[in-house]
């Protein structure tokens, strides 16, 4: 059997019940569950039609992620999270090259990273290089006045751990953001690069060996040995092709607001939807959800 998933953004007008019943009909479907009222919706079928992904790209044009996955094992025990432009809004070395006065070269640098023109490896030392000399103090400024968590983060990490669920945040970035990141959302651990520095500023090196592609695939297999669990168990989560690896290994691999030539790669793809659309993935009712914070 397979679920059908209807999703919109939580701050957009209402999902059309017209619309998920009309595509009910139209695939021979179940019953319409709203998992959200006018959030998300889904229903149970037989098979994954043909023209799914006619359907899919139709309702982009009206702001409706679309996902079509096996209902059997939909709820995880981890969550394996990307950092920048996944967890966090940004990208913390495209802020720090701003703030030393080379933004749009490091940016330049980092989007074809993500789109996989670059090679990680490369692109990172060479943005790294482009640091060197900045004030280390300038980090805490950076975390201070230009991080944003990404909508949804605190809830679908509180709501998985609430479950029984472990959360692990492997980035290509920077142990400096991913230390802050992690503590303020409520991962297990987490794992990423380091930036080296002396007397107070950076050097323009990052320490060795450095976490790419296929460190985040070593970290799944890692984590998940650790917890003595399948990596069918682990729900991904990431956006630059860096992290196609760890996408494709997972029991779900979802590519959130990712690039054109990441997203074309992966069969679940939210666009519209926020970080609670893992949550929905996994069948979590609305109710259901926990922020995290004290009682």
């Given at each position: 059997?397979?679920?059908?998933?209807?999703?919109?953004?939580?701050?957009?007008?209402?999902?059309?019940?017209?619309?998920?019943?009309?595509?009910?009909?139209?695939?021979?479907?179940?019953?319409?569950?709203?998992?959200?009222?006018?959030?998300?919706?889904?229903?149970?079928?037989?098979?994954?039609?043909?023209?799914?992904?006619?359907?899919?790209?139709?309702?982009?044009?009206?702001?409706?992620?679309?996902?079509?996955?096996?209902?059997?094992?939909?709820?995880?025990?981890?969550?394996?999270?990307?950092?920048?432009?996944?967890?966090?809004?940004?990208?913390?070395?495209?802020?720090?090259?701003?703030?030393?006065?080379?933004?749009?070269?490091?940016?330049?640098?980092?989007?074809?990273?993500?789109?996989?023109?670059?090679?990680?490896?490369?692109?990172?030392?060479?943005?790294?290089?482009?640091?060197?000399?900045?004030?280390?103090?300038?980090?805490?400024?950076?975390?201070?006045?230009?991080?944003?968590?990404?909508?949804?983060g605190r809830a679908l990490i509180a709501t998985m751990k609430a479950h029984g669920g472990h959360a692990a945040l492997v980035s290509g970035g920077f142990t400096a953001?991913?230390?802050?990141?992690?503590?303020?959302?409520?991962?297990?651990?987490?794992?990423?690069?380091?930036?080296?520095?002396?007397?107070?500023?950076?050097?323009?090196?990052?320490?060795?060996?450095?976490l790419g592609r296929e460190a985040k695939v070593q970290a799944l297999h890692e984590i998940t040995a650790r917890l003595g669990i399948a990596p069918d168990d682990v729900i991904a989560v990431g956006d630059g092709a860096?992290?196609?690896?760890?996408?494709?290994?997972?029991?779900?691999?979802?590519?959130?607001?990712?690039?054109?030539?990441?997203?074309?790669?992966?069969?679940?793809?939210?666009?519209?939807?926020?970080?609670?659309?893992?949550?929905?993935?996994?069948?979590?009712?609305?109710?259901?959800?926990?922020?995290?914070?004290?009682?």
């Amino acid at each position: 059997m397979f679920t059908t998933l209807l999703i919109n953004a939580p701050d957009a007008a209402p999902l059309d019940p017209g619309l998920a019943e009309n595509l009910r009909g139209a695939w021979g479907g179940a019953a319409l569950d709203w998992l959200a009222p006018g959030e998300a919706v889904e229903f149970g079928m037989p098979e994954i039609p043909s023209n799914r992904w006619q359907v899919w790209a139709d309702l982009q044009g009206m702001g409706v992620d679309l996902v079509v996955q096996r209902t059997a094992a939909r709820r995880k025990r981890m969550l394996l999270a990307d950092m920048d432009s996944t967890m966090i809004e940004q990208e913390c070395i495209d802020e720090l090259a701003d703030e030393a006065g080379v933004g749009a070269r490091v940016a330049e640098i980092t989007k074809r990273a993500m789109n996989g023109e670059l090679d990680f490896e490369g692109a990172l030392i060479e943005r790294v290089g482009l640091l060197a000399g900045l004030d280390e103090a300038v980090i805490a400024r950076v975390l201070e006045t230009r991080i944003t968590h990404m909508p949804g983060g605190r809830a679908l990490i509180a709501t998985m751990k609430a479950h029984g669920g472990h959360a692990a945040l492997v980035s290509g970035g920077f142990t400096a953001f991913t230390e802050k990141v992690a503590a303020a959302l409520g991962f297990d651990e987490h794992r990423a690069n380091t930036l080296l520095a002396e007397d107070g500023r950076l050097t323009g090196e990052v320490a060795r060996p450095i976490l790419g592609r296929e460190a985040k695939v070593q970290a799944l297999h890692e984590i998940t040995a650790r917890l003595g669990i399948a990596p069918d168990d682990v729900i991904a989560v990431g956006d630059g092709a860096n992290d196609l690896g760890m996408l494709g290994l997972a029991g779900t691999g979802v590519a959130l607001h990712a690039k054109p030539v990441v997203a074309e790669q992966c069969e679940v793809r939210i666009n519209h939807g926020d970080l609670t659309a893992l949550l929905y993935l996994q069948g979590y009712r609305r109710s259901e959800f926990s922020d995290g914070l004290p009682a």
